[in-house]
């Protein structure tokens, strides 16, 4: 076992924390607790809160909760559906249209940089170069290669923050422009670049079909592309977090609507701890910083624009596409509220 960037674990030493902390009694402060852990827990399958009736803001209705876990998103979508299970989160673009179209009810939350290429831009790689990074995002048609992974309910986006977003701008992100892409492409090639491309894609079949999409669209335009399959989640991030052996990966940023700045700085700025090889720079780190120390809403988006017009300079990521998270729950089940980064809280839930 190991840390996801590759420093050793000690893993007798994880599984005495986590018997000494079932073993410990918990103080409830929430409307919903574990109250005997050695029943409540078991590993990767489920887990159990009961109801805290000394809960500030009154008992919940609800005398417990039950969480149960899916190896296959699939499988929560279906027992959704069977009412199996009364609510099941759901994030896969080919499931969410569905469940929309047949009236589910739930809470929606957009996540911007969902679906992206992350590109190594230290020395040596093919991202080092400004212009095959933006020659690689030109070359990219992002709607088709949604549309490839997840048939009609893809959301091809090249633009940080689409339309419905409150941080939306004027600013929108590059086109795809095959043609632009061939000249940059050849310019850098003129000065020594060989034109290779390595891709590092994720185990799952989606990601393995994005991956063959993608490599088709960068050969169109010239690259000659190396298509390599990580073996597990594990291995993708060892090799991206860890050794750093990789010029283009898919992944994810996530930059939420509530607060999109954590993230921003943790990837894009230079001392950011999630860049893993990513490019950054002082005009980037200017703008985050500026962001943060914004004080009004509207000056925020001023910066926000002046971002994607800097992304469109420096190519720092590849945008794909925009995805959504949706709690998704039947029609028996009533007072889920929604809150950020895709939460739920039960405290007033019931069901009828």
């Not at 887990?47 to 009736?53: F, K, R, Y």
């Not at 929108?172 to 491309?197: C, F, I, T, W």
């Not at 079949?205 to 088709?216: D, H, I, P, V, Y």
Request: proline content about 5%; cysteine-free; overall charge negative.
């Amino acid at each position: 076992m190991a840390f996801s960037n590759g420093d050793p674990l000690d893993a007798e030493a994880v599984k005495f924390s986590q018997d000494r902390y079932a073993a410990a009694p918990t103080s409830p402060e929430g409307p919903l607790w574990v109250r005997n852990v050695a029943g409540a827990w078991e590993e990767r399958t489920q887990i159990t809160l009961e109801a805290n009736p000394n809960y500030w803001n009154g008992a919940p209705h609800l005398d417990s909760v039950r969480f149960v876990y899916f190896t296959d998103p699939q499988i929560a979508v279906d027992a959704l559906r069977s009412m199996d299970v009364d609510a099941a989160l759901a994030r896969d673009s080919n499931h969410l249209g569905p469940l929309i179209e047949d009236g589910f009810s739930g809470y929606r939350s957009l996540v911007t940089g969902g679906s992206l290429g992350m590109i190594n831009a230290q020395e040596g790689r093919p991202g080092a170069d400004p212009r095959v990074r933006r020659a690689i995002q030109l070359a990219t048609d992002a709607d088709a290669l949604q549309k490839t992974v997840v048939g009609e309910y893809g959301h091809g986006e090249t633009t940080l923050f689409p339309e419905h977003s409150r941080w939306a701008t004027e600013a929108q992100g590059l086109e795809y422009d095959p043609e632009e892409a061939r000249r940059l492409l050849e310019e850098a090639k003129a000065d020594g670049y060989d034109g290779k491309l390595q891709i590092l894609g994720g185990p799952s079949a989606s990601l393995r079909t994005r991956n063959l999409a993608f490599k088709a669209q960068m050969e169109a335009v010239g690259f000659e592309v190396e298509s390599d399959t990580a073996a597990s989640i594990t291995d993708q991030i060892t090799r991206i977090a860890g050794s750093q052996d990789y010029d283009i990966t898919s992944w994810s940023y996530n930059f939420r609507e509530a607060d999109p700045l954590a993230k921003m700085f943790a990837v894009l700025h230079s001392d950011g701890i999630q860049r893993y090889g990513a490019y950054s720079s002082p005009e980037l780190d200017s703008l985050i910083e500026g962001f943060e120390a914004a004080t009004t809403e509207e000056e925020q988006h001023r910066i926000m624009e002046a971002l994607q017009e800097q992304i469109n300079e420096d190519v720092p990521f590849l945008l794909w596409g925009w995805s959504e998270e949706i709690s998704f729950w039947n029609d028996n089940v009533h007072g889920i509220v929604g809150a950020a980064n895709t939460m739920v809280m039960f405290d007033r839930a019931w069901i009828d």
